[in-house]
């Protein structure tokens, strides 16, 4: 028997039995440059776009957090975001704007078209950031994003943003959009 052709059989069935089980958890490419992971994916959380300039902590940080027109089936009154209790950055009223957005891909940037005029306030004891736009967003096939200005915390992780918004119509009501998840690296 050689024992070197015995290890490279043995090393070949680990190779594709270890490749078998990766293929089995779930995993989501979210954005160009990240890779998120969900224990659970079918517990009603819903992944929404968004790109970020960079992902180093303590570095200056364009956030663009998308509201694509799949994930608005009506226009909104209002957009409240939820902010992770650990995500320690100094966001300020003044550096977060709505827009009407063009989402990049390989031969174009993510970038704001047209800036909403709209209300921002921000409660730092819940951690919510409420943004009541002077006329509703539309639903229509306009991307739209919340875009932040802001330093990266200095603790690296996945920071998740949950997004509720509340619905034009006869009778207004506040409904889970999604959330984010953006990444720190260490």
């Avoid at 320690?88 to 704007?97: A, D, E, F, Q, V």
């Avoid at 891909?105 to 009541?132: A, F, H, Q, R």
């Avoid at 997004?163 to 889970?176: A, H, L, R, T």
């Amino acid at each position: 028997m050689n024992y070197s052709r015995f290890t490279f059989r043995k090393k070949i069935k680990a190779v594709l039995f270890s490749g078998f089980l990766f293929s089995l958890l779930p995993f989501y490419i979210n954005s160009s440059n990240a890779l998120e992971f969900q224990w659970n994916p079918n517990d009603g959380y819903r992944g929404l776009k968004w790109y970020q300039t960079t992902a180093k902590r303590n570095y200056k940080n364009k956030i663009f957090l998308f509201l694509r027109p799949s994930d608005r089936r009506t226009g909104l009154l209002s957009i409240n975001i939820k902010i992770p209790d650990k995500f320690k950055s100094s966001i300020k009223p003044k550096n977060i704007t709505l827009c009407k957005a063009n989402i990049g891909g390989y031969t174009s940037k993510s970038k704001c078209l047209n800036n909403i005029n709209s209300d921002i306030v921000l409660n730092n004891d819940t951690k919510k950031i409420e943004i009541y736009p002077i006329s509703p967003v539309p639903s229509d096939k306009d991307t739209y994003a919340v875009v932040f200005k802001i330093n990266n915390p200095r603790k690296p992780g996945l920071y998740q943003f949950h997004s509720f918004g509340k619905s034009s119509g006869p009778i207004p009501v506040s409904n889970y959009i999604g959330s984010w998840t953006i990444t720190i690296d260490p």
